[in-house]
């Protein structure tokens, strides 16, 4: 298999396709090799148009979902990062190649063995794994300039929002099946936040996410 052409391909035909144009966004899915992210078996499918699994009952995003992301949140060379959900590692890199500090926690630890093994490989000293649940923020190293859930979430926690810096803006897709929208909310001021929907898709749940409460009649 040709990677370099598979690597082309999924940047021209997927990426290109669904409203990437960032040059830097583009410039960075062929200087992070996806394929070394992905189990041995996976190799040969890492640019594929797919969900990949990592193991723990959990997938890669799509490569179209972590270049939209991307360029959606715009990420600075000054902009700390909160990634909750570090699964194989790979949208960890790409944050981190752009941002001066990306904190990844992770809820599975067998995962999270695998995606601090993915990123010590490729040498990366701005990123800070730890095991834990996300999944209501966290204010450990708070506030932040970007938060991305990598799971789905019926509502965006409040906790989330609080940890944002003034300017900071946090990424989720929020809702249940059949119906979610990925979105992007920014803290425009302290206690004051504006929402942006970018697309519809679906999305395994996050781990341990808070849900809306219902009521028995």
């Known amino acids: 298999m040709n990677l370099e052409q598979a690597r082309s391909n999924m940047v021209e035909q997927q ?26 078996s996976w190799r040969n499918l890492a640019f594929g148009d797919l969900e990949i699994p990592v193991g723990e009952g959990e997938r890669m995003w799509a490569p179209k979902i972590e270049a939209r992301v991307l360029q959606a949140l715009a990420v600075q060379r000054t902009d700390r990062v909160l990634e909750v959900g570090t699964g194989s590692g790979y949208l960890t890199a790409l944050l981190a190649h752009r941002a ?10 067998a995962l999270a063995a695998f995606g601090s093994a993915n990123i010590a490989r490729h040498g990366l000293d ?4 730890e095991i834990g ?85």
């Not at 990306?102 to 630890?109: C, G, L």
């Not at 701005?126 to 794994?129: D, G, I, S």
């Open 15 to 40: 990426i290109r396709t669904w409203e990437v144009l960032d040059q830097d966004v583009l410039d960075l899915l062929y200087s992070v090799p996806r394929e070394e992210f992905v189990p041995p």
């Open 126 to 129: 701005n990123v800070t794994l």
């Open 133 to 217: 649940d996300g999944a209501r923020g966290v204010a450990q190293w708070a506030p932040y300039d970007i938060v991305v859930l990598t799971g789905s979430v019926p509502l965006l926690p409040r906790a989330v929002l609080e940890s944002l810096a003034p300017g900071g803006r946090a990424f989720a897709v929020v809702g249940e099946a059949p119906v979610m929208t990925a979105k992007i909310v920014t803290c425009t001021v302290p206690g004051a936040y504006r929402t942006v929907e970018l697309f519809e898709t679906l999305l395994a749940p996050l781990a341990n996410c808070e849900r809306p409460s219902r009521f028995a009649f």
């Open 100 to 109: 001066a500090q990306v904190f990844s926690v992770e809820i599975r630890p």
